[in-house]
Structure formats: structure tokens, C-alpha cells
């Protein structure tokens, strides 16, 4: 059994996609949560990494604190946090990810190989990633604008989960960020999450 450049491509796709699946689960806020735990959950803000001082440790906290304090200041204050860290990394595998699959598609709808219903499959696939690309830019840049100093969004299959950062997340800003998201996406209010980091 041969393998000609259609069905290479097709491979191609199905990989891409299954990275970008396996990206999404591994950034999911949610991942190990039982069904239970995510409906007793819905609607709740989760923090990540959140450090709890208990009397007998916020004593040594607070001085290596201090004692960091003046080296930190000796520091570049240009210098990323893990946040911004994080932000950009994410930004940019999300990026090389949809970036591959674009290329794909262009390379299935140019193809001589190609038929008919291949190519506008691949066309539909096309314009389905750049929708996708346009709404998280979208929902990223109206969360910012309420307040909020940095924002991701994940969009896959009709689900988003959203990272947030720089102000508490409380109830109100909660309900905002998923309307802006059904608003942007058209994705149902109990398949938005949001995490804030």
C-alpha cells in the first residue's frame, strides 16, 4: 500500500491537531478535576499558586522577604515575572501550533493532488483557524481592557478555557469575562473557564 501526498498531508493534519489537542488538555485549569468537582465548581474562581502563610512559617517569610527585597531592588525591574513568563510562552506555542495548521491547509488547497471536496475542506479549515485566531485575539484584548494586567485564551472544540492575571477575580469579573467570551465565540456560558494565575 502506497501513501501519496494527499494522505501525507491528512497525516500531517490529524497530528497537528493532536498536538493542539494534547496542548489544550495540558494547559486546562481544569484537567484532573472529577464531573462532580467541575459541577459543584461552576462559576468559582480557582487560584494557581497561591501561597498560604501559616503562623509557623509567615515569621521566616516575612524576613526572607526582606532579605530578598534589597537584592531584588539591585535587579532590573525590565526583568519578566513568571507570569509574563508564562503568557509568552503559551502565546507562542499556541502560535507555532495554529501557524502549522494554517500552513497545512495552504499547502492541501494549492496541492495539484488535491480534489474537489479535499481542497474546500481544507478551505473551511482554513477560515475556521482564523476565526479562531481573531476571537481569542478579541477575548484577550477586551479582558485586558477590564482591568486585568495579562490574558490567554484557548479555543477548541466549541469549549474556551481562559487564563487571567493582575486583579482578584471575583464574582462579578467572573460573569464579565464569560459574556465576553459568549459574546466573541458564541460558546456556552457552562463551557468557559476561567483561572486566574
Known sequence: MSFGKKELVLSALVIAVGTAVYLNWQ???GRGNSKAKEDDDLGV?????????TPDN???EVSSRRENTS????????????EENYFAKVRL?????QDDLIELAKEVIESTDTNAKGRKEAVEHLNK??????QQANVENLIIA?????????IQNDECSVVVTGQELKSDLLIAIKDIVMGQTG???DKIRVTQI
Open 27 to 29: 494547559f486546562d485549569p
Open 45 to 53: 474562581a480557582h487560584y494557581v499558586n497561591a501561597e498560604i502563610a
Open 58 to 60: 509567615a515569621r521566616s
Open 71 to 82: 537584592s531584588a531592588d539591585s535587579v532590573s525591574s525590565s526583568m519578566p515575572t513568571d
Open 93 to 97: 506555542e499556541r502560535k507555532q501550533i
Open 129 to 134: 483557524m482564523t476565526d479562531i485566531i481573531q
Open 146 to 154: 477590564k482591568g486585568f494586567d495579562d490574558c490567554v485564551a484557548f
Open 187 to 189: 460558546i456556552e456560558f
